[in-house]
Nanobody, 123 residues
Framework: QVQLVESGGGLVQAGGSLRLSCAAS????????MGWFRQAPGKQRELVAA???????TYADSVKGRFFISRDNAKITVYLQMNSLKPEDTAVYYC?????????????????WGQGTQVTVSS
């Protein structure tokens, strides 16, 4: 059984930083990519950042230069360093992994999801 467990969310003032972590577990589970999504109230879920096991990354335009994704393949853990946070970054952040062989840039490819962690940025 695959599990993705996020941690690191919380309340921060605008301009501050947070680091999210997501640990994956499951016998023989070795995702070739992992990503962070977020969903704000009344909005659609969006891909924030994703990274492959070889280190390829992608970012939403709204977070480029402020957020940085990294991965520890040995620990099957992905991190999201969020800097210069803005109130519009407020959302529930989800860690996810795509099914093997699918398009890691497409939200529809992500079959495995964590429970989510709340990030709130106050102005």
């Amino acid at each position: 059984q695959v599990q993705l467990v996020e941690s690191g969310g919380g309340l921060v003032q605008a301009g501050g930083s947070l680091r999210l972590s997501c640990a994956a577990s499951g016998r023989t589970f070795s995702p070739y990519a992992m990503g962070w999504f977020r969903q704000a109230p009344g909005k659609q879920r969006e891909l924030v950042a994703a990274i492959t096991s070889s280190g390829m990354t992608t970012y939403a335009d709204s977070v480029k230069g402020r957020f940085f994704i990294s991965r520890d393949n040995a620990k099957i853990t992905v991190y999201l360093q969020m800097n210069s946070l803005k109130p519009e970054d407020t959302a529930v952040y989800y860690c996810a992994a795509p099914r093997y062989g699918s398009n890691w840039l497409s939200e529809g490819a992500y079959d495995y999801w964590g429970q989510g962690t709340q990030v709130t940025v106050s102005s």
